[in-house]
T-cell receptor, first 110, second 115 residues
Framework: GQQVMQIPQYQHVQEGEDFTTYCNSS?????IQWYKQRPGGHPVFLIQ?????EVKKQKRLTFQFGEAKKNSSLHITATQTTDVGTYFC??????????FGDGTTLTVKP | NAGVTQTPKFQVLKTGQSMTLQCAQD?????MSWYRQDPGMGLRLIHY???????DQGEVPNGYNVSRSTTEDFPLRLLSAAPSQTSVYFC??????????????FGAGTRLSVL
């Protein structure tokens, strides 16, 4: 079945540093989704990428979808303490289902 | 819209007790699912449903039962709780109609401790 892998598992940065997490799928994806889970919270949908090579920005967050539609990345410029949490990527399978990566947990030291 | 509502928010059980975690959504989503998340871990799929009357197993179904009698509700039953079931449980739903992209909407979670 489809597998979605994320690296790194953990990332500790100083406030102001950049952060990147990478997502790789074993199969070609129709789209890739990114979610954020704040500590003690639940995953919340951030964005979806659909087109090959697509790049989308949300303020300091930049999301990319690979040309082959099998990998994606999330880059945060100049991290802030509000960026802490776990970032998940997910790829759709069928009938409403999505396969989630294991997530990258970001901690930011002020 | 309330979205996805889970009850209770917290629960403590003794080994061997049974209980039902409730999940309801008001978005008319056909697809619903249950995940468990252990400390520092990702989301593991327990059971899912593609519509009323249809359920299927995820990757960690043992010890859990589900049913889907209505579109809105998808309860998760623990028949005989074990300490290994101590976890945070999330219910999620998604739209499966035309143009659907499988975006998952999560409930706030139920934090379960089994002693």
């Amino acid at each position: 079945g489809q597998q979605v892998m994320q690296i790194p598992q953990y990332q500790h940065v100083q406030e102001g540093e950049d952060f990147t997490t990478y997502c790789n799928s074993s199969t070609t994806l129709s789209n890739i989704q990114w979610y954020k889970q704040r500590p003690g919270g639940h995953p919340v949908f951030l964005i979806q990428l659909v087109k090959s090579g697509e790049v989308k920005k949300q303020k300091r967050l930049t999301f990319q979808f690979g040309e082959a539609k099998k990998n994606s990345s999330l880059h945060i410029t100049a991290t802030q303490t509000t960026d802490v949490g776990t970032y998940f990527c997910a790829g759709p399978t069928n009938a409403g289902k999505s396969t989630f990566g294991d997530g990258t947990t970001l901690t930011v030291k002020p | 819209n309330a979205g996805v509502t889970q009850t209770p928010k917290f629960q403590v059980l003794k080994t061997g007790q049974s209980m039902t975690l409730q999940c309801a959504q008001d978005m008319n989503h056909e697809y619903m699912s249950w995940y468990r998340q252990d400390p520092g871990m990702g989301l593991r799929l327990i059971h899912y449903s593609v519509g009323a009357g249809i359920t299927d197993q995820g990757e960690v179904p043992n010890g859990y039962n589900v049913s889907r009698s209505t579109t809105e509700d998808f309860p998760l039953r623990l028949l005989s709780a074990a300490p290994s079931q101590t976890s945070v449980y999330f219910c999620a739903s998604s739209y499966t109609g035309q143009g659907a992209k499988n975006i998952q909407y999560f409930g706030a979670g139920t934090r379960l401790s089994v002693l």
